[in-house]
């Protein structure tokens, strides 16, 4: 139900106008734990959202190499998880990225093994560099490449490593660790074992789930969760390459593809959802905005979004976000080639809520007018 | 997942001890717009809910005076709606009752009428006294008397009103106005007309849906909620009383039933969901905790519930909440009489983001040990 | 999809002369078990479906007496159920009352207890007369009077029973034996004690689910049938009174309302739904016509049906049929009452399967032409 | 609820003896269109199934001859469809192959179209040889090679044709006709054009539907079917050689797979399933029975299947059905190579209604006894 802003001195709006009686009336109110609706009611009940997050691109170019000294600095071990947290200068207090979404670059080295641990957070890791890494979700193990996408849901023992062949590996890790705490709903526990005992084959599920349009006959699924935990960056670039062909795509997103539980077609996890979109070469998109955050990583090329009317440029592994309700467009400044965009969203949770609104742009062709700032 | 609270010097915690050259990395850190996780990991990510709110009781007999005071004070063309809310001493900075529900207590007189708008937020009423009271969703008018539980869903039209021959009424409103605006996804828009023109028949929800087992033949209701609007106090109070003579009810809520969407079976908001149960002559649940927060109203009879050790003894029209993860039992002190306890929560929002647990207290027989101060 | 019927002789249809050549072709193909499609593919594809039931009304007046006469006839013992069956002279090869659904009237004396089985057909009742009748499901025991429906789904164990001090009872059963049977999928069997231990409360069914917009909080019900096993006369015909105080009813149906399982708003067995409609004073509805079957019992009052051009006079008790896709409309004769029409239907089978269709009849004002025999 | 056979002189059977009395009496229910329920009792309500399709191989070595035969005998536009159809001995009556399954083999040369039409039974294809074929189903257009699977579902327009510059193509239909009679729901409907005019890009709905863990972000699909219409041979023998490094598979049909529709993870049609399922070199599944018909083709390798004591030898492109609850093993006699086995069933219809049923062969292994004919 978007809506444009309109002043508040109507029918429909408080419009008291406070007074010496009015005043002596709120401090009796306040002894009892309450207070006049009408003294706040314009500021909680406002006429569309106003996103407390900033858009903000991290550049992969500054933080790598401030990624890789934490090797050095502290051991996972004792860091739990050894991660550099993108903190968005709006949302110090409860430690996001964007929105209740928090966001990190985590990296390890061979034969780094972190700890199991469980918690009513969800997460999702989207790999960055290196080689040998694995993750192990309640006993299944999927070993890991660049640009794959794999899931940690909530409830879940999980824990990462490296292969002692392998190389430094660094990767994106997602979660809404911030709403769960807003919600008041956080549980942690570590593993009893420290790490958990792998019986089943390795990479049952991609091997079990992986395959298009089959699963197993007995199928007896019945977690609110993907059983396919690693979808994989080929087969996923792949496929938008084999959708591009027959879509003309969103105009806000180009050939945009989500990420779904191959046994129900549901977003992967309950409260975060994930996608990858391919923008043509020289693709530029309209703008809409919508409610809910998303935060992307270039997973492929580079180019340019404008959000809120700033302009952001991008490049390979850089990592941007956009927060609700902001304006946004996307630009592959490529002649030659295609560019892919991972991201990630709370927009599983604004849907089952009641609360997704969106709106397309109409002025100026669908496009922002950039900011003079 | 429940969790006991452990200590967070072990494998698996975050334990690194700062030092001058971690300091500077920390720094480095911060220019970038990102944190070093270990320095907060321990805190977002704690062994357990830490509820924010404090259990409150809110006595009846304390809060009807000064909200007959409002209706000399402020009218509802300027109030918006006059509504004297519930401010949780430790929620002051979303305006919350507990957790991110709201509560208020509205008042309007004989002839008065509230103007339509609609929000992104959910809002359901129960009728605390008075005469003549109406809603109007989404044109459907239904009337209403003393106990009667009335929702107005997100992204409805809905206005209040009294009849010109109706007595002064009041009303506990309940909305997740704090949870929109935390998921910063609230709209709000007042109707073109100021009011809604009521072309259905009076009462026509409750008349179509309000029966059991049945529903109209070639009904074609796809809202995401209950089409029954109003669930009135008469027949909610023969369902427990005749629940009551087959069950022997929960161990914590006696014999409780949950107000649900009649073609569904689910709640009938996509956020909150209420309750109403009954508890027998002298019968004391035991206590049991669980996330999502919880606001009683006292719909009959007086007794006491005791929350994490604390006793608050309640009678009739009285409101109390219960703040996530805290333990909870409820006492009806009447020897001769059934009390009965409405209430509202934000349970639905927990379940449909996976972020419900609940734990059952064991020691003691199941009760709680009074708090000494 | 309806479609009206048309001539064979078109591209699209089978219009192979056959000749000698083909001829011996045949009956090479008949030696392998095989045949030339497009010697059956017209009769095997029809434009439209041919209802092979013949619409019947069978009169209480006639049936009474005879179902009676049983009672010295046999005994419960001897007979399994004591029950006359409704045999559609069209389709008595499969002792069917139309299409696949069986119909029949049981009769039992006071004292007298049918032995506990069950069977992977479904089953209801709606009482027709007699006093102190019972069925038990699974344990769960309910009490019935005149013109309550009862249902006794697949797979669950049952029986019935009449008080001692009670009144010979006559019921209708409905059952989809026909169609289990086609589906070469029934399964029988005899309770293990021939009877059934009740341990539950009597009547916990109806006094547990059996309330308007409310469910037990926690109910865990999981079953793919209704918990509600008792749907009673009163509550039905009044739900009906209310309704039709706030609609106009549909044009073929008049004021209808379906029996639903009360936690999933679905019909209350997997296979056959039910519903009672009521025809105001004086009403006479459009005709229509649907795949699925129907058989009518009436419940209340007087008036007549026109089905397929055929006119058929009702009266309380009496019970007729509607086969698939044949056209009918219905008449209340009273000037000063309402008329009340329960009925069971193989619809959910159809709509399961894809298969439901419908078509109202736009000449004539909707109204049937009567056939002149 | 499977159910040894017992005998019917038992509390709970019918075992009325006839007499001149009763003879008198079932004489006066007939002249009302009744009969007493326990004539017939024992008889519609078995113990359990007793199958009336007989289990058959058809060998494609005699079948294919046949086949080709056709073409010079019919043309498509005269026969509708070219068809050869599988004709269970025991099933003349209703054109079955095996229960309410019809299965036919289908035959066209390069250049050939066969006119578009629909109908509310719902059809399959799986290709036995042949190149350039293909299906238009409601305008989407898929290319089709050996052993690819293709479903054209109830009620949608759908032609087949070869290229021009193919080859003589065949391949299985399977279509539920025979069910959608039984249910008196069939409407059958030739395009107003003769053929559709396809504007959509080729092969539009596998390449936007045929990736794993994908699907388009945006997608608004709402159909009761698969938007994947075409499963290809090659990703699913892909699948299942994956699937088999980390499975064990079932005891009774080895590495088994369904094909299901990837938006909701169920069945592609309502009314029928398919599998594909490997069988190891010299694997030997233990037997199994239940409710429902399958009708299988071999796509791979040779081996033997044993329905109810019965051994049927195959090899590819080999057709045979096994009957609703037979007993069942399959035997893939190559040492060095899988097997592999399509097969489409009427599974879904006996879910939905409620009617599956299950059990396992544990006598001697699991393995049947050969019958001695």
Redesign the interface.
């Known amino acids: 139900?978007?809506?444009t802003a309109?002043n508040d001195d109507?029918?429909?709006?408080?419009?008291?106008r406070d007074n010496a009686?009015?005043e002596a009336?709120y401090d009796?109110?306040?002894e009892?734990?309450?207070?006049?609706?009408?003294t706040?009611?314009n500021s909680?009940?406002?006429?569309?959202?106003?996103?407390?997050s900033a858009p903000?691109l991290?550049k992969n170019a500054?933080?790598r190499s401030?990624v890789l000294?934490?090797i050095d600095?502290?051991r996972p071990?004792?860091?739990?998880?050894?991660?550099?947290?993108?903190?968005?200068?709006k949302r110090r207090d409860?430690?996001a990225a964007c929105?209740?979404l928090?966001s990190?670059i985590q990296v390890m080295k061979p034969g780094e093994r972190a700890?199991?641990?469980?918690?009513?957070?969800?997460a999702l890791r989207f790999i960055m560099e290196g080689k040998g890494a694995y993750t192990i979700v309640d006993g299944h193990k999927v070993e890991l490449e660049g640009r794959d996408f794999v899931i940690t849901p909530?409830?879940t023992w999980h824990e990462h490593g490296i292969a002692q062949d392998g190389e430094i590996c660094m990767w994106q890790d997602g979660l809404d660790?911030?709403?769960?705490?807003?919600?008041?709903?956080?549980?942690?526990?570590?593993?009893p074992d420290?790490y958990q005992t792998v019986t089943?084959?390795l990479?049952?599920s991609p091997?079990?789930?992986?395959?298009?349009?089959?699963?197993?006959?007995?199928?007896k699924w019945d977690k609110?969760y993907?059983p396919?935990l690693k979808?994989a960056w080929q087969?996923?670039y792949?496929?938008l390459v084999?959708?591009s062909?027959?879509?003309d795509g969103?105009p806000y997103?180009g050939v945009?593809?989500?990420?779904?539980?191959?046994?129900?077609?549901d977003d992967?996890m309950?409260?975060m959802g994930a996608?990858?979109?391919l923008l043509r070469p020289n693709e530029h998109t309209q703008a809409h905005r919508h409610?809910?955050n998303i935060i992307y990583q270039v997973a492929k090329g580079e180019g340019y979004s404008i959000i809120n009317g700033q302009r952001f440029d991008w490049k390979e592994k850089d990592i941007f976000c956009v927060?609700?309700?902001m304006w946004h467009e996307h630009c592959n400044t490529q002649v030659g080639d295609d560019a892919c965009l991972f991201s990630f969203n709370d927009l599983p949770?604004?849907r089952?809520?009641?609360?997704?609104?969106e709106q397309a742009l109409v002025d100026n062709d669908g496009h922002q007018i950039l900011s003079s700032n």
């Open positions: 139900m978007p809506n309109q109507i029918l429909g709006r408080a419009r008291v009686e009015l009336y009796d109110l306040a009892l734990d309450t207070g006049a609706l009408w706040v009611a909680i009940e406002p006429w569309q959202p106003t996103p407390s903000i991290w500054d933080l401030q000294r934490a600095l502290v071990e004792d860091a739990g998880r050894r991660v550099v947290y993108l903190r968005n200068p409860v430690s929105g209740w928090f990190g700890g199991a641990h469980k918690h009513a957070a969800s909530n409830g660790i911030p709403l769960t705490n807003a919600l008041e709903a956080n549980f942690y526990a570590v593993h420290d089943l084959p990479n049952d091997l079990t789930y992986g395959s298009p349009g089959l699963r197993p006959e007995l199928d609110p993907s396919l979808f087969p996923t792949e496929a084999k959708y062909k027959v879509t969103s997103d945009i593809m989500r990420y779904v539980n191959p046994v129900t077609g992967p309950l409260t996608n990858m979109q409610t809910g927060p609700t309700w949770t604004m089952k809520l009641g609360f997704y609104a």
